[in-house]
């Protein structure tokens, strides 16, 4: 039990745990520890990964204490934010991730990087896409979400104020506060003075080894297209 504590400590604390962790790794092996690791998944709600040398705690969707809420993402820059400036985020980081790993080859991933004037570009497509086809009614009929409002509160957005180029309601200050909520999630690196976005090892390894699984991409492509996050090249 003291074993399986040690490494769930480790995985609670950082992620992920690689092979340069020799003692916890001859741990992690033992057959009586991954049964309870597996106990412990099932009551946390989450999956252990194992990719390229490394081992990932990837939280379930739908786990009350490890999944990301809408709560944390509202809170990550300012408890002042409002709820709709949190679903734009979740919804800024849907379209990173899709344009990072939108592919439907055998590799998803689309690039290596991404400019965040491209993001911006994209961004204003997606939501005027989205409101062309009804996909807003759909989205507010389902999940109660006033799409039409979000589309509005970016479209009132400059894209950026050379004046004040720390004002935070501007269309590329909004973007660069949800890839900070990834860098501090250690999925991405800001570069270039956040003129540029990378993905770290550990979110290509997360996306392609398992949350973009053969067994379920059908479904994440179906909830993309439904948000307007898919474009025509990748359909």
Known sequence: MRETARILRKLLAD?????????????????????????????????????????????????????VSIRDVRESESRTDRMIDAFLQCYIIMTILWMFYGGKNINPKRTVFLQVKDIVDSLGERFENALSVGAAADLENNYEINFRQIAAHWN???????ANPLRRKTKKAVILSACRFLEREKLLYILDEGREIRPTDRLDDLMIGYYLDIRRIEEIHEL????????????
């Not at 993309?224 to 359909?235: I, L, P, Q, S």
Request: with cysteine; hydrophobic share 45%.
């Open 15 to 67: 992620g992920e745990m690689s092979i340069a962790d020799t003692e916890l790794l001859a741990d992690y092996r033992k057959p009586e520890v991954r049964a309870e690791l597996d106990i412990w998944g099932e009551e946390m709600g989450f999956t252990l990964i194992e990719m390229r040398g490394k081992i990932y705690l990837a939280p379930n969707v739908d786990s009350d204490l490890l999944a």
């Open 224 to 235: 993309f297209d439904m948000m307007g996050v898919c474009d025509a090249e990748a359909k």
């Open 156 to 162: 009132a957005m400059q894209v950026d104020d050379p």
